[in-house]
C-alpha cells in the first residue's frame, strides 16, 4: 500500500463526506455529544442466484478495532479538508469542528458491543451496537461497514467451500484477482472461514499460517522454449523441492504427456527417499480427469499422493465434481470415498471477489438517543416492511434446542436475561406471527453480545486464526443441516422478544 492510500487508511477521514457534514450539524444543535445507539445488521443473506447462503460467518473485526486505536486527524489530513467551500465559497467545515475532530481520537466515549469474530451471524440481528455520542457514533458508521461487509462476505463463501469439499484441503488462490489491497482481509477472512491455507504470502505469514502453493504453467512453457521439456521441467521442480514436489499435468497434455511424467519424476523422488506431494489439474473434465489420474497413480503405487484441482471453483462446481466422482469412480476400479479424501482445491477469483453476489447488504442504523437520562426509541420506518428498524437498546441471544441445536437468535431489550426455565414467546420481525417454546424444547440460552471497545481501548486480544475457526466450526455444528444446505437453505428462525415485540409495535404506531 503507497503513502497516500496508507495515511487516508489511517485516518478518521476514511468515511464518506456526509458523515462529517451530520457530524457539524450535531454540534452546531448542541447535540453532537448527546449518547446514542447504532446497530449494525445485514438485511438478507447472500444469494449467488443458482445457490443461497442461509447463514454468514461474522469477520473483519479485529481490523476495525486496529482502525479505532490508530484513527487521528492528521494535520495534511486537517489542511485538505480546509479547502472544501461550500456553495457561498465560504469554508465548508468551521474552526469548532476542526477541534472537536481532532478530540475524537481514541474514540472517546464509544462502546462497541459484538458478537465474536467467527461466530455465525444471522439475517436481522445487531451482531454490533455502538454506543457512542452522536456526532463520533455518525463519523464512524462507514468505517465500521467498510471492515466487516466485505470479511464477512468472504468468510461466509469460504465456509460454504469448506461444507462442500467434504474435508477436502481447500486453499485460496484469489490474490490476483482480488480488489488490491483488500485482498488481505479478504484471505485473512477466508482462513477464518475454513479455507486451510493461501497463496497470499505476505498476510499468510502475518498471521501465522503457512502460504502454499505450487507452480504456474509458465514453468514448463518457459524451460520447453529453452529447448527443454515437460520432464526436464518437473525434474527441476522436483530436484529443488523434492518434499514438496506437486506438479501441475495439463500444460502440454494431461494424460498423453503430464501424468506420464510426473509419475516418472515421483519414482525417481521415491528411489532418492523422499515422497511426492500430488498433481494439479487446471483444465477439461475436473472429475473425470481427477478418476483417470488416481487410477494411474494407485497403478503406479501412489495412492496417497494429493489430487489437486483449480479453475473457477466455487461450491456448487465442487459438489458436482463430487457428484459425478460418486458415480463414475467405481466403473474405473476407484473407491469414491478414498478419491474424495485425498482431493484438494484451489479457489480463486469466485471466492476472493464472492462471485455472484459481492457485497454483503450490511447496514448501520440508528436505534435510540438518550432523552432526559433514558434512552428514547427510535426506528426507520418503510414501505418496506423488510427495511423498516428495531428500535431500541438490544441484546442478542442464541436458543438450543432440545437436541442442543441452534433453533432460532432471539433479539430483546438490553436489560432481558432469558432463561431455559420458562417458556419463551419469539415474536417474527416483521409479521403477525409468534410461537412458543417451553422449557423442555430448549437446552440453553446463550448471551452473544461481548465488550470489543470501551474507554478509547480495545476490549477483546487479537485474534488468532485457529481460535476464530473453531468458533465457526462449533456454530456450524450446532445448525440444522437444512440451513447449511448449498441450494435453497432451510430459513433460520430470528425473532423479537414479547417486551420488543411490544416496543416496536408502540414506536412504529406513534410515528405512523
Known sequence: MNGLYEGAAKSLLFTDLYQLTMAQVYLRLGIGEARSQFDVFFRRYPDYGEHQAGYCVFAGLDDLLAWMAAARL?????????TMRDGAGGPLFDDAF???????????????????????????????VAEAPLG??????????????YPTLIATRAARLRHAARGGSLLDFGMRRGPAHAVDP?????????????????????????????????????IIALGGSELDAFRAYAEVYPDDCLLLLDTVDTLGSG????????????????????????????????????????????????IALSNQLDELTIWQILQQIEEEAPSYGIEPARLVARMAYGVGTRLITSRGDSALDGVYKLVAMERDGAWEPSSKQSDTPSKSTTPGPKALHRVYDERGRATADLVTVADERPTPDAPLHLHH???????TLEPSDMTSIEALHEVGWA?????????????????????????????RRLMNP???????????????????????
Open 74 to 82: 492528521h494535520p495534511d489530513d486537517e489542511a485538505r479538508l480546509r
Open 259 to 306: 501424468l506420464p511424467n510426473a509419475i516418472t519424476v515421483f519414482e525417481e523422488l521415491r528411489a532418492a527417499g523422499h515422497e511426492p506431494r500430488g498433481v494439479r489439474l487446471d483444465s477439461g473434465d475436473l472429475a473425470f480427469l481427477s478418476i483417470r489420474v488416481a487410477a494411474e497413480l494407485d497403478g503406479a503405487g501412489f495412492k496417497d499422493t494429493t
Open 429 to 435: 420481525p416483521t409479521e403477525e406471527a409468534s410461537r
Open 455 to 483: 474507554d478509547g481501548a480495545r476490549r477483546v486480544p487479537e485474534l488468532e486464526i485457529a481460535e476464530a475457526r473453531a468458533r465457526r466450526e462449533a456454530d456450524e455444528e450446532r445448525l440444522d443441516p437444512g440451513v
Open 186 to 222: 479478504g484471505t485473512r477472512a477466508a482462513l477464518i472461514g475454513g479455507v486451510d491455507a493461501s497463496s497470499n504470502t505476505g498476510i499468510s505469514l502475518r498471521l501465522g499460517v503457512p502460504p502454499r502453493g505450487t507452480h504456474a504453467h509458465s514453468l514448463v512453457q518457459a
Open 490 to 512: 432451510h430459513i433460520y428462525h430470528v425473532s423479537l422478544s414479547s417486551r420488543l415485540a411490544r416496543l416496536k409495535r408502540g414506536v412504529t404506531a406513534s410515528e405512523a
Open 136 to 149: 463520533l457514533a455518525q463519523l464512524i458508521e462507514t468505517p465500521v461497514l467498510n471492515h466487516l461487509n
Open 98 to 128: 476542526f477541534r472537536w475532530l481532532r478530540e475524537q481520537e481514541g474514540m472517546p466515549g464509544l462502546t462497541l458491543r459484538t458478537v465474536a469474530e467467527g461466530r455465525v451471524i444471522h439475517a436481522g440481528t445487531p451482531y454490533v
